[in-house]
Structures are given as structure tokens and as C-alpha cells.
């Protein structure tokens, strides 16, 4: 069981670093070997490896077949790592009431005394 858990651990790392990319299309190589036979043959030996990867990875202007879709690393595909480390979004759906009694406060600094309170607002008066 810990060495399940170790390899998967190992493969999900190891994947992280190749991002877009998964292990199985290191399966593809046979693939990838096959399609260069096929093209050195037409070409009587000519086109060199490092040629025929710049001509399939790095020019873009080239036609899609079937046979260069099979090649590695030529597809974006998803893999189950991508859907086992998204998290789900939990929320919660009960509501919480606190009750908290009130406090009223009366600031003592706050209040004017009375001998102003009226002589501000009031009109000039003839004595």
C-alpha cells in the first residue's frame, strides 16, 4: 500500500513538471521513431533527426494528418491529476444568529449645562 501511495505521489509530481503534458504520451515515441523512418526514406536519408523535430514541433505551417497526431506532445490533453487536486467549494448553509444584549452609554462630558443653552439663540434684548 505505501508503495501505491509513494508512486502516485511520485507521478503527480513528476507531472506537475511537464505541464500540458502527461507520461503517456511518452508511449508515443514508437510512433514518433516510426514517422521519422518513414520520412528519411522518402528523402533517401537526407533529412536529418534534429530537421524532422523543427519541421513537426517548431514550424507551424505544416498539414495535420492522422499520423502527426499520434506523435508525443502534439495534443493538449487533460489527465487525472489535473481533476484530483481541484478542491471542492463547501458552503455552509445554515445561518448563525448572536444575540448580543444592548449598552447604552451616557458620556457626562457631553452635556452642556443650561446657563448657555438659551442665551445663544435668543435675540438681542432692550433691557
Not at 508515443?28 to 521519422?36: N, T, V, W
Not at 452642556?112 to 434684548?125: E, L, V
Amino acid at each position: 500500500m505505501k508503495f501505491r501511495v509513494k508512486f502516485f505521489i511520485v507521478f503527480i509530481f513528476l507531472g506537475s513538471l511537464l505541464p500540458n503534458s502527461d507520461f503517456h504520451e511518452l508511449s508515443k515515441i514508437s510512433s514518433l521513431l516510426q514517422h521519422f523512418q518513414e520520412l528519411a526514406t522518402k528523402t533517401n536519408n537526407q533529412l536529418g533527426f534534429i530537421d524532422f523535430l523543427k519541421m513537426h514541433y517548431a514550424c507551424s505551417d505544416e498539414k495535420e494528418t492522422e499520423k502527426h497526431n499520434n506523435l508525443p506532445f502534439k495534443q493538449m490533453g487533460n489527465s487525472a491529476y489535473d481533476y484530483f487536486v481541484s478542491t471542492p467549494v463547501f458552503q455552509c448553509q445554515q445561518t448563525l444568529l448572536v444575540f448580543t444584549p444592548e449598552k447604552h452609554f451616557i458620556h457626562s462630558d457631553l452635556i452642556i449645562s443650561g446657563q448657555f443653552t438659551g442665551s445663544i439663540w435668543q435675540p438681542p434684548q432692550i433691557v
